[in-house]
């Protein structure tokens, strides 16, 4: 036995010292073109212990296995290896940041190479959003590109409000939206998430300005996703995810409030027994006032339906939001085209009870070639529609913090506590979710544009773009009748309101690339014709017999009649042009020109012209085995707003 003993412990005290032993771990570091990295930090994860790579990117360093060795170098993307039983002589490659400058972004009625753009453009990394659930893409982007404040209501509802580089004037200050080279001003929400491929965000006049008068408060251009060449795949994607308040406002209970009222009255030199509602027992010790206990009545108010009660109003209103996101994706990509069908749902239940948005999206693309790959046809559209909870968040919010907690939630007799007498006139919160969870806001959006692309010669291009943006709201509300304490309206109402609004864009463009040696030459000219309508209507009537959602329509109502709606129209001709110039990858000049001719403008005056230029100098820093670039920019353009509300 002691034998089989020594044994197990002679076995134990190997196996500790094969696993914990210490050992060399050489290697060497390149870029993606092989070429080796010198000062490459290497650290051992979770300790202090760290070396450098030599001339010749080769390094040296003592670790265990299971641990791992983390390679930190300017311009590229660290990379964190495990140490294993076999790790000896590594050869570990880094994702050096300058070969992403060749990725091609749009940028405005073209695409160009991230290292040829000399304006303030962002290129927002799609893949590290996607995984955050969002009603609107633009919520997930807080944070994330420099310059560019969003803020939202914290709804379900997903509207956000976007600045981009501050507020630039009194009126309208929204970006412009281009989505799939349609230029819209409504935002994404209408959007799933999942079917965006890349998002830019043009900041400055020089980057804006090829879009006119409508992009004086900066653009966003999203790009959708298309099915890759030579891939046939069905994508799925489920998520559920709970959210709730980061933290919980503590307010007063009664006894609290009661307490500070009778100290607010004393500080007064007042009775403080003069209070409507609470009552103590408290005397004054040789002037310094001691309370002994608030006294509570049975009822709050003089007809003793509400009992004095302890409710904590926020409790009442909020709950876990439940947010859910589904979509599919069928794309099929050949040699001559391919196409993209993707269907989306997304709900998400408001951390107040009763909100709640739900949005069902569809989206079809596709794109074939002909004539030898010269002619490009193809098409991107998209339905959309998103049904809201109209209930009044904001408000319920408030008057759960501000609402006495003696009130109770209800009366004896099942009605609605509220204020009494020597209270301030703060509304139910629980009353304004129930009376309003009925009510909804429906939205539908149809957008898309279909286009063709054909190569006159080689590096000289003819595009033809057709876009469409249709979308319409309805919404019918039931205003019930109440008594909440000594407020009260004894009048129901029912409204109804429904808006459209439709958009035709036209854009003609061609476009030359040629390259000589060391210069590089890019020439863009394009017409855009862009045609506005709107229209809106609404009505309301009250005396309706019954406070029932499927009955309260305008025929039930019987008295105060009232009706009204407008409408609207403009148009948009534009001419613009672009070169970008470049010489051997260092030297870059850009210059851009838009007339706009806007119905909008006076009668004399119907005309603005847009220049911008800019100009940049690329160093790049460091021999060929350390090299990192630093672009010298500087741009300049005129911008102004035509546009003060939705449309273009």
Not at 411 to 429: C, I, L, S, Y
Not at 478 to 490: C, R
Not at 496 to 501: A, G, R
Request: glycine content about 8%; overall charge positive.
């Amino acid at each position: 036995m002691r034998k089989i003993f020594l044994t197990w412990l002679l076995a134990c005290m190997v196996t500790g010292l094969v696993f914990g032993q210490t050992r060399l771990i050489t290697g060497v570091v390149t870029d993606n073109e092989s070429v080796p990295l010198e000062a490459v930090t290497i650290v051992i994860v979770g300790s202090q212990k760290k070396v450098t790579t030599d001339a010749n990117g080769s390094f040296r360093i003592d670790a265990s296995t299971g641990q791992s060795l983390r390679f930190i170098y300017i311009g590229a993307e660290p990379l964190t290896i495990p140490i294993t039983a076999e790790s000896t002589n590594l050869k570990v490659k880094l994702d050096i940041a300058i070969n992403k400058l060749n990725e091609v972004v749009v940028t405005g009625y073209q695409k160009e190479r991230k290292k040829d753009i000399t304006g303030a453009v962002n290129v927002v990394d799609v893949s590290k959003i996607r995984d955050i659930p969002s009603g609107n893409a633009v919520k997930s982007l807080q944070g994330r590109v420099p310059g560019v404040l969003i803020t939202t209501d914290g709804s379900p509802t997903g509207q956000a409000t976007v600045r981009i580089r501050g507020i630039g004037t009194l009126g309208n200050n929204d970006p412009l939206y281009v989505i799939d080279g349609v230029p819209t001003k409504n935002g994404l929400e209408q959007l799933n998430q999942n079917d965006i491929e890349s998002i830019q965000v043009l900041k400055d006049a020089s980057s804006a300005t090829i879009y006119g008068s409508r992009a004086a408060n900066g653009v966003i251009i999203i790009t959708t996703k298309k099915a890759k060449k030579g891939y046939s795949k069905i994508d799925f994607n489920a998520s559920t995810s709970i959210q709730n308040y980061a933290t919980k406002l503590k307010t007063l209970n009664a006894e609290e409030r009661g307490r500070a009222y009778w100290q607010a009255a004393v500080n007064d030199k007042a009775n403080p027994n003069n209070n409507q509602i609470y009552q103590y027992d408290w005397n004054n010790n040789f002037n310094n006032p001691v309370l002994n206990s608030v006294i509570f009545p049975e009822y709050i108010d003089a007809a003793k339906t509400m009992k004095a009660a302890d409710t904590y109003w926020f409790d009442e209103i909020a709950q876990n939001s439940i947010i859910q996101s589904y979509d599919a994706a069928l794309s099929n990509g050949g040699e001559k085209g391919n196409s993209l069908f993707s269907l989306g749902y997304y709900d998400n239940k408001g951390i107040v009870k009763g909100s709640q948005s739900q949005k069902y999206t569809a989206r079809f693309n596709s794109d074939y070639n002909y004539l030898d790959n010269k002619l490009k046809i193809g098409e991107n559209f998209s339905a959309s529609y998103i049904r809201n909870a109209q209930i009044p968040a904001s408000d319920i919010l408030f008057a759960s913090l501000v609402q006495q907690p003696v009130v109770p939630v209800y009366t004896v007799n099942g009605g609605w506590g509220g204020p009494a007498a020597g209270m301030t006139d703060r509304q139910n919160p629980v009353r304004l979710i129930e009376d309003n969870k009925q009510n909804t806001y429906n939205f539908y959006r149809f957008f898309g544009n279909a286009y063709a692309d054909y190569q006159i010669i080689p590096g000289l291009n003819f595009r033809t773009n057709f876009g469409v943006d249709y979308n319409g709201s309805y919404q019918r509300l039931l205003k019930k009748s109440y008594v909440s304490g000594f407020l009260a309206d004894p009048a129901n109402q029912v409204s109804n309101s429904q808006t459209y609004q439709g958009n035709i864009i036209w854009q003609n463009t061609l476009n030359y690339k040629i390259t000589r040696d060391k210069h590089n030459l890019e020439v863009l000219a394009g017409q855009e014709y862009i045609k506005n309508i709107s229209q809106e209507f609404s009505a309301s009537r009250q005396g309706l017999a019954l406070e029932n959602i499927d009955y309260a329509y305008l025929n039930a109502g019987t008295t105060n009649t009232l009706n009204g709606g407008s409408g609207a129209g403009n148009r948009l001709l534009s001419y613009f042009g672009k070169v970008n110039y470049s010489y051997n990858d260092r030297y870059i000049a850009s210059v851009t020109l838009r007339r706009d001719g806007s119905s909008r403008f006076g009668a004399n005056n119907q005309y603005g012209i847009f220049p911008a230029a800019s100009i940049g100098w690329r160093i790049v820093v460091g021999s060929s085995a350390w090299r990192f670039p630093v672009c010298l920019l500087n741009s300049n353009g005129i911008l102004f707003l035509i546009s003060s509300g939705k449309g273009s």
